[in-house]
């Protein structure tokens, strides 16, 4: 079926589902990380860009929460940048684990591979990957850099979530020796770790999200900058890691739902993208027993469901102004 849909279509149901999403509570700001236990569990912003770079937002989309698990995907795609989606397969692996984003029994079930780069081993993984092998500085620079260029404007570091983080992140450390010992990580260990959690501490808004959806939507040409990011063919990879295991053990649950593939964050973060359509971001704190935001769900799966949109419905989709 062909559906043709105008700005003040997408404008208005963005504008009811945040409505409607705001009425529903429920879930649990993660308490794990000292830093995010304390956020306010009120805020909420929901953010959509289309690939013509018109924007929709509602709420507080200006504030910048933990991107958290969100900048896996990022961070996957520098990887496939820098060694190809091919590399990538075989240095990590894209399959879904069905179990907890820190889960070490996903290692030992598959000690073989990380799983996918989408859950924390895998994550450590991809950190580990990013060249220039050995310089934390420049790393960490290639990260930022690529989640600037996807977004079409900077990341900042929260100091104090990055120090939380550092200070708990106990089971991340088993991980990460875990995997050294399958011959998973590729740099020094501790370094690659160091940078995950770095990523994970990074402030992002809902607004930045929805522009690095959108860039992801568009074949990597962001939407703001008109700068091709990313090699086209990273597209249809990047958005299947992000099909498979972005919710976790929920995604399965979570894509059945809502239609649109997304990647959840325990910052309270959800970014979908909705392929040659648009991106999608929305922010609230309490999340579900999976880590996901329940209030971003609502927002998310609520626009998609007014719109009649889905990746597996089979319609043309196009955006007139
Ligand atoms: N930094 C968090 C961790 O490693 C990210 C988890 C998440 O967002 N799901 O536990």
Not at 63 to 84: C, D, N, W
Not at 212 to 217: D, F, G, K, V
């Amino acid at each position: 079926m062909d559906i043709r849909l105008t700005h003040q279509q997408i404008h208005d149901a963005a504008s009811q589902a945040f409505d409607r999403a705001s009425k529903i509570n429920g879930g649990k700001n993660a308490s794990y990380i000292p830093y995010l236990a304390n956020i306010d569990p009120l805020l909420f912003g929901l953010s959509v860009m289309l690939p013509d770079g018109t924007a929709f937002n509602f709420g507080d989309t200006t504030y910048r929460f933990g991107i958290e698990s969100v900048s896996k995907v990022p961070t996957a795609i520098l990887a496939m940048r820098q060694h190809t989606p091919a590399g990538v397969l075989d240095a990590i692996g894209a399959d879904a684990t069905g179990l907890p984003f820190n889960s070490i029994f996903a290692i030992l079930l598959e000690n073989d591979h990380p799983s996918t780069p989408l859950v924390n081993a895998g994550a450590i993984s991809a950190c580990s990957m990013i060249e220039p092998k050995g310089d934390s500085d420049a790393k960490w620079k290639a990260i930022t850099d690529n989640i600037t260029e996807l977004c079409g404007s900077a990341p900042q570091l929260i100091d104090e979530l990055y120090r939380s983080e550092s200070a708990t992140n106990f089971n991340n450390r088993a991980i990460t020796w875990l995997l050294k010992n399958y011959n998973r990580i590729y740099d020094d260990p501790d370094m690659s770790l160091d940078l995950y959690t770095r990523q994970c501490s990074l402030g992002i808004t809902s607004q930045q999200l929805a522009a690095m959806a959108a860039t992801i939507a568009s074949r990597g040409v962001n939407p703001v900058t008109h700068k091709q990011v990313f090699d086209p063919a990273i597209a249809p990879k990047i958005t299947t890691l992000i099909a498979t295991v972005g919710f976790y053990q929920h995604s399965g649950d979570w894509l059945y739902t809502s239609g649109i593939p997304a990647k959840s964050g325990v910052g309270g973060g959800v970014m979908g993208v909705m392929p040659g359509v648009l991106g999608i971001a929305a922010f609230a704190p309490p999340l579900d027993d999976a880590g996901n935001s329940v209030k971003a769900q609502a927002a998310v799966s609520e626009f998609t469901r007014i719109l009649g949109l889905g990746v597996m419905n089979g319609d043309r989709v196009t955006v007139a102004g």
